[in-house]
């Protein structure tokens, strides 16, 4: 072992890096009050480990979106289980770093000589934003659709780049493949390689500067010290894990929804991620649909507003010259963090009450959470309708009409609807060209064998659509039923 960490230590240096980093002073001595921006550097890990699983999976088209999705809630081993994990990892994540800046602004760490770090973990705050807004979009449900319509047109009402932005990120003059295309990427590649290089960044600028320690005016040499290994690397680990428990147990508990594929041509009323919620409240206060043209009010209560705060926060320590980090000496700063905080939350709960109320007003449900949603109530007419689209429509007609003496009609045909396993059967082996008669009418149209086409559960889901659709009202079929005719 000592001979390798000296062939490391001469050709890399990393033994006594580590070292160097393990041995670190902590003023004030070690405590979990340091411990929030670990935990959110954990949750940015397990971002990165649950994202590149789930791109083994997820296909960015408007045909395979939603699709690819379901698919891994439902027949990937434990998908489900992580992808509510990515879920509940980014609103961990979020929350973390929301608590880490708050910290920094409260103790008045962002003062000389920490200026560019505090700028550093404001634009980490602004791209883990934009990375949780295009990942919003990536399961191409009606919720994620219509939220992320209004976030687009947002984007457009900004100045002199609103309407390019709007065009790159649409792809087009309506949201479809090439949207998910913008989105994916940004979400997938750009966000998480400028989040690294920010995060190396800020790392980077932390071992050179030190910790801040508590708020206050105290030389921090002469307050007692602590070493970062083991005390302190405990305490964030402990707390990391602690994060770790409740994302799991969150996972299993309440795992995110997935809602009806997109279909724009429906009415639907959207509900943002908790962190836009303040942003919706602020353009609901202005009076602004978020479809309406844009209007003075409108532009203050989605760029003005929020691009000043921003732009106020990154200014922040140059703008406050007291030379003070005491709480006591700095009533200014930590009201008006307060009456920021008070402000945000309350907008958020108003957003909330009025988005709800409005759903329910429009009998519009909260959807199951895909993953707990038993077999039996699993929603076959999505993945039927797809089936039949796809391989029926073009002989049958889309609404099951048939093509006159050639393919029957599935509406109102008394075959469809009786025995399954008849209709499973001609289904799994096709027909020849022999007359067949229905309600009367003759048709010689050749139906090819879909055994070994199409699954047992496509079968099973398409043959469901039919029995239900056009006004027929039949039993369903599951794919036990079309397995027992298949032997």
Same mark, same amino acid.
């Given at each position: ?7 490391? @230590? ?10 160097? +980093? ?22 940015? &890990? ?25 698919? /891994? ?33 409260? $103790? ?6 920490? @200026? ?37 047109? /947002? ?7 609103? @309407? ?15 949207? &998910?295309? !913008?989105? +994916? ?6 966000? =998480? ?47 990391? +894990? ?9 996972? &299993?508990? %309440? ?13 639907? /009323? ?13 353009? !609901? ?17 989605? %760029? ?13 320590? $140059? ?38 109320? @409005? ?18 109530? !699993? ?24 093509? =006159? ?17 008849? &209709?499973?059967?001609? %289904? ?17 149209? /050749? ?41």
């Amino acid at each position: 072992m000592t001979f390798l960490i000296n062939w490391l @230590e001469q050709r890399t240096g990393l033994p006594t890096q580590i070292k160097t +980093f393990l041995t670190e002073d902590v003023p004030g001595g070690p405590s979990y009050w340091y411990v929030f921006g670990s935990a959110t550097l954990f949750a940015m &890990i397990l971002q990165y480990v649950t994202g590149i699983f789930l791109t083994f999976y997820y296909a960015p088209s408007s045909a395979t979106a939603w699709e690819s999705t379901k698919y /891994i809630y439902d027949h990937v081993p434990l998908g489900w289980f992580v992808m509510s994990l990515h879920y509940w990892g980014a609103t961990a994540m979020i929350a973390l770093l929301f608590m880490h800046l708050l910290q920094v602004l409260i $103790w008045g760490a962002y003062k000389a000589p920490r @200026e560019i770090m505090w700028v550093v973990g404001i634009l980490l705050l602004v791209f883990t934003l934009v990375l949780g807004l295009t990942g919003y979009l990536l399961p191409w449900d009606m919720n994620a659709y219509f939220a992320s319509q209004v976030a687009i047109n /947002i984007a457009s009402s900004v100045p002199l780049i609103g @309407e390019p932005t709007q065009q790159f990120l649409s792809g087009g003059a309506g949201m479809g493949t090439l949207t &998910i295309n !913008r989105f +994916f990427g940004l979400h997938v590649w750009l966000m =998480p390689a400028l989040l690294v290089l920010l995060v190396v960044g800020h790392l980077v600028i932390f071992r050179h500067n030190g910790s801040a320690g508590p708020p206050v005016d105290t030389d921090l040499k002469k307050l007692p010290q602590g070493r970062f290994w083991p005390n302190q690397m405990f305490m964030d680990a402990f707390a990391s +894990f602690l994060v770790f428990i409740v994302m799991i147990v969150l996972s &299993i508990v %309440v795992p995110p929804p997935l809602d009806q594929k997109a279909d724009p041509t429906q009415t639907f /009323i959207a509900y943002p991620a908790w962190y836009f919620l303040a942003l919706y409240g602020m353009l !609901r206060i202005a009076g602004g649909a978020p479809d309406s043209v844009v209007t003075i009010a409108n532009l203050l209560a989605t %760029v003005v507003i929020p691009g000043g705060l921003v732009t106020l926060l990154i200014l922040l320590p $140059w703008i406050d010259r007291n030379p003070s980090r005491s709480l006591r000496r700095r009533p200014w700063i930590l009201g008006l963090t307060a009456i920021s905080v008070v402000g945000a939350v309350g907008l958020s709960v108003y957003s909330q009450l009025a988005i709800v109320k @409005e759903q329910a007003a429009a009998g519009q449900t909260k959807p199951a959470a895909a993953p707990a949603a038993p077999a039996s109530s !699993r929603n076959l007419s999505q993945n039927g309708a797809k089936v039949f689209g796809t391989n029926c429509a073009s002989c049958h007609g889309a609404a099951g009409q048939g093509t =006159p003496g050639v393919f029957p009609p599935l509406a109102g045909n008394p075959d469809v609807t009786g025995d399954p396993s008849k &209709i499973v059967q001609i %289904v799994l082996d096709g027909s020849n060209n022999m007359p067949m008669t229905v309600n009367g009418a003759n048709y010689k149209g /050749i139906m090819p064998a879909w055994k070994g086409t199409l699954s047992n559960t496509d079968v099973a889901d398409v043959l469901t659509y039919i029995r239900s659709s056009w006004g027929n009202k039949a039993t369903p079929v599951s794919a036990a039923d079309v397995a027992k005719v298949a032997k």
